[in-house]
């Protein structure tokens, strides 16, 4: 929708051409995906992966210091159905956000983009193997998945994927223990909602909201990393219960 918009912006910094081809990519992946034929069963797969997450780490899930942060990564930095208005918004204000943001910001926000793209991207090409495999996304059982992600493209991007969760995460709580950013998204809800950017504000304010109940972050971030990696390589060495991890994880 927007992207003469992002192409046509000047940009100056590493940082920013970064989050300009990331956006551009994520905006032409958008479009593919949203008349693809295998569309909701992006949606079904996505779904099962997030009831997965949610198995694998119910200990940190259930722990009332963490699941506000973990409940935000699932259904606002991993929701592929219910984000199209608010990133139609961040390529709507790309032209603003690189001339007023200094670049560590643009650099988050790239993470967050080249995240959100990985994800979707993974999926798609899992679903698409599944297609292929002839197995339906309604009824899809932990061996069916894990074959079909042996079987899936882009097994390298499993781990650039996972190291993105990490990086996002650090650097957004570093932008959340300063009280400022608390004190601007409450000084901006007026303005973000005439301009028509509520949803993107309410995003940016459910994050911060989010990552300032957590108690320790880096301590979550690398459980999450740690047993991340232990799935993703059970599952490449076809371990029987890939997700059944030791309890000193």
Excluded at 60 to 87: I, V
Aim: hydrophobic share 35%; aromatic share 8%.
């Amino acid at each position: 929708m927007y992207r003469e918009r992002l192409v046509a912006t000047e940009v100056h910094s590493d940082s920013a051409r970064r989050l300009q081809y990331l956006l551009i990519n994520y905006h032409d992946f958008r479009q593919h995906k949203a008349s693809h034929p295998l569309l909701e069963d992006t949606f079904r797969v996505a779904d099962w992966q997030a009831e997965r997450l949610k198995r694998t780490h119910q200990d940190l899930y259930q722990h009332p210091g963490y699941h506000t942060g973990l409940e935000f990564l699932l259904t606002d930095l991993y929701a592929p159905s219910t984000m199209t208005r608010r990133d139609d918004n961040i390529d709507r204000v790309f032209p603003k956000m690189v001339k007023w943001l200094p670049d560590n910001l643009l650099d988050t926000f790239a993470g967050l983009v080249e995240l959100n793209l990985i994800t979707q991207q993974l999926d798609l090409d899992l679903t698409e193997t599944l297609q292929r495999h002839g197995v339906p996304s309604q009824e899809l059982t932990n061996t069916q998945y894990c074959a079909a992600f042996r079987a899936s493209p882009g097994l390298e991007q499993r781990h650039r994927q996972i190291a993105l969760v990490a990086e996002v995460g650090q650097q957004l709580d570093h932008y959340v223990r300063n009280r400022t950013l608390g004190w601007l998204l409450s000084m901006t809800r007026g303005p973000a909602e005439m301009a028509d950017l509520s949803d993107l504000h309410s995003f940016l304010h459910r994050g911060y909201t989010a990552f300032r109940k957590m108690e320790d972050v880096d301590a979550l971030i690398e459980r999450l990393v740690t047993r991340e990696e232990r799935v993703l390589d059970n599952i490449l060495n076809r371990v029987p219960e890939p997700f059944n991890l030791p309890d000193d994880l």
